[in-house]
């Protein structure tokens, strides 16, 4: 939903057409992204225009790359105390 809303507003039943999902699918992962703060929506006369929020998703993926970043750090400490352990070099699987 967010990859279809990236370049503008774009009404539900687009949404959930180009999604392939039914209206009350889409309507349900409209609303949820629109709870979390991902999407922002715009009544126009009878319609609900949904655009993505820019901001917020980047602040969503600050907090995956921090998240992503101490998790490789973590693997590359691990990886590092497991090189330096006795009889674990030269060993072949």
């Not at 370049?7 to 409209?30: K, V």
């Amino acid at each position: 939903m967010l990859r279809l809303a990236r370049d503008g507003e774009r009404t539900a039943s687009e949404l959930a057409e180009a999604a392939g999902l039914s209206p009350s699918a889409a309507s349900q992962h409209l609303k949820l992204l629109k709870d979390v703060g991902l999407m922002h929506v715009r009544v126009d006369a009878k319609r609900r225009l949904y655009r993505v929020d820019f901001e917020r998703l980047a602040q969503v993926r600050a907090v995956f790359d921090e998240l992503w970043s101490d998790q490789l750090d973590a693997l590359k400490r691990r990886a590092e105390a497991g090189a330096r352990r006795p009889g674990r070099q030269g060993r072949s699987a």
